[in-house]
């Protein structure tokens, strides 16, 4: 601990310094955060993190969601008049209503560095090719990591408009380097490749950047993705529309991901908003420290996160280190007879058997007792190597030896459950 003391007081007086800068300048100009502020008695004058956690009220998406119902169609968290900002961007929805986002200039900016920060640590320089196999809508996505590769000098290409087909002909064409895009997507890319006999042990693609959903730390999905794409490294990292990309995978600990705290203080709560030790799991809030144009203070994301519990991390850094990435979402965990169950546990079972090409689950809450049933489907080259019966007893196997249930495993034909660009919506509940 020693060792890393100093450059632990670093970080801390830098966001001290910039959080004092922050609240100068969103106060009073930003309606929201004045009214709120205000209301709570919190002071306005930081002198150091304690004082501010202690006094600031959390933030909530709720208050949010509520903030442009009131005052439309973006909202009163908004430091400065409309015409400073640049770029729009909304969430997915996938848990709960919409947010309309605004940035200036500079916030963007700010932004940007920090996605420029999670290309470094994964090893990009100029001499790759990265490609983005986005939609480039409304949604943040890979907007910022496409502007980040492109201001590091490398040769950048969108991905927007196309078909997985042609997105793989583009990769291999172009010989790019640099896959960017969601875990799940990885899969499906590989799964048409196999389909339309396009080899892609032929591609150069040597790191797929993947987010928008807990996978690319859970193991099972990070090998999968690896095995499909010959030669290529899984790199991590998580970021919401609210608050941008906020960390980035440790180079000596796959599934461990640091928070960027130059840009962000970060805390770890329990359900009731109190701190909680290293080594427990909890609620990750996030307070921007260089989004003024559009901040957030003490936002409770939703993220289920463990804190690891060594100060200094192997790889050098002090930045909190998440073991296991982002565990979850706070509103996804589910009980079935006692058991608690999260997806991306269940997600790490069926990633472990690499005939499983699929996934479904349905959550009923029609009896007095919730009930849990998975769909799978078999890839072709899965249903030659073994028996589908052998595949699904496995599976309810592995469910019973982990949370001693029996989960109804039901196989459907190939092509019949969905597949995502963006993020996946493999729970469906009634």
Not at 191 to 218: F, Y
Not at 275 to 302: C, H, K
Not at 402 to 423: A, D, Q
Request: net charge neutral.
């Amino acid at each position: 601990m020693a060792a890393g003391f100093p450059k632990r007081l670093v970080i801390v007086t830098s966001q001290v310094d910039q959080l004092r800068a922050l609240l100068a300048a969103i106060l009073p100009s930003n309606a929201f955060y004045s009214a709120k502020l205000g209301a709570a008695g919190a002071s306005r004058k930081i002198s150091n993190l304690g004082q501010f956690t202690d006094s600031f009220p959390f933030t909530t998406k709720q208050e949010l969601v509520q903030a442009q119902q009131d005052h439309p169609p973006y909202g009163s968290n908004l430091t400065y008049p409309l015409e400073r900002y640049i770029r729009f961007h909304q969430t997915s929805g996938t848990s709960g209503t919409s947010l309309r986002w605004l940035d200036t200039v500079e916030s963007w900016n700010w932004m940007v560095g920090n996605w420029q920060q999670v290309l470094s640590t994964a090893g990009v320089s100029r001499a790759d090719r990265v490609f983005c196999a986005f939609s480039f809508g409304p949604f943040i996505g890979f907007w910022l990591g496409f502007e980040a590769a492109v201001r590091m000098g490398c040769l950048t290409l969108p991905g927007g408009g196309l078909s997985t087909t042609a997105r793989l002909r583009l990769i291999l064409d172009n010989e790019v380097t640099v896959l960017c895009c969601t875990p799940t997507y990885a899969i499906h890319m590989a799964e048409v490749a196999a389909r339309e006999k396009i080899d892609l042990a032929a591609s150069r693609v040597r790191l797929i950047i993947v987010a928008g959903e807990p996978g690319g730390s859970i193991a099972g999905t990070r090998n999968r993705i690896a095995e499909l794409w010959p030669g290529a490294r899984v790199f991590d990292h998580h970021g919401m529309t609210e608050v941008g990309p906020a960390s980035f995978e440790c180079p000596a600990r796959p599934g461990v991901l640091h928070i960027i705290e130059s840009a962000f203080i970060a805390e770890i709560i329990d359900p009731a908003g109190k701190p909680l030790e290293a080594g427990q799991s909890g609620e990750l809030v996030l307070t921007t420290l260089g989004r003024i144009g559009s901040p957030l203070l003490r936002y409770r994301t939703g993220d289920l996160v463990k804190s690891a519990r060594d100060t200094v991390c192997e790889c050098g850094r002090s930045d909190l280190a998440l073991e296991g990435g982002i565990l979850g979402r706070t509103d996804d965990m589910i009980v079935i007879r006692g058991v608690n169950i999260f997806p991306s546990a269940l997600e790490e079972i069926i990633r472990s058997i690499p005939e499983i090409a699929e996934y479904q689950v349905h959550v009923s809450n029609t009896t007095a007792l919730p009930e849990l049933a998975v769909q799978v489907e078999v890839s072709e080259r899965g249903s030659v190597t073994r028996s589908s019966e052998a595949i699904l007893h496995e599976l309810q196997s592995k469910f019973e030896a982990l949370w001693s249930l029996r989960v109804p495993v039901k196989l459907v034909p190939p092509g019949t459950l969905p597949r995502y660009e963006l993020k996946a919506k493999r729970w469906l509940k009634t």
